[in-house]
């Protein structure tokens, strides 16, 4: 019983482990939006119905529209950065009870 334990947190600890390297590496090969990017979104997407009510009120939304954006963009490797460690400190907890399972108590 003690060796099926055993193997299911381990699986379960390198699984995790494995999530969380996965989700590190993935970050690398995620293209994010270019200010021309992120520009053109706003001109073409957000603030186009607001184009027709004028000029001051189309410049106050692309305005308004390129702030939020930046906001968003810089903050995009939060989330994976802290589920990323959220995986490797279950991780390790999972190995570390699987290794404290294996070992049997010798009695004097």
């Known amino acids: ?12 600890g390198f699984t995790s ?3 969380a390297c996965g ?4 970050m690398f090969f ?3 939006p270019t200010n ?8 073409t997407h957000v603030c186009a119905s607001e184009k027709s009510q004028g000029i001051d009120i189309f410049s106050r939304c692309l ?15 939060a989330i994976p950065v802290v589920v990323s460690i959220f995986f490797i400190g279950i991780g390790l ?3 570390v009870i699987a290794s404290f399972s294996s070992t049997k108590k010798k009695r004097i």
Do not use: D, P
């Open 93 to 95: 907890i999972l190995l």
């Open 1 to 12: 019983m003690h060796k099926i334990v055993r193997i299911i947190f381990k699986i379960a």
């Open 30 to 32: 995620i293209k994010e």
């Open 23 to 26: 989700i590190l590496v993935s």
């Open 36 to 43: 021309i990017e992120i520009k053109e979104n706003c001109k």
């Open 63 to 77: 305005k308004r529209c390129y702030l939020e954006s930046n906001k968003i963009q810089s903050g995009m490797w």
């Open 17 to 19: 482990l494995t999530v």
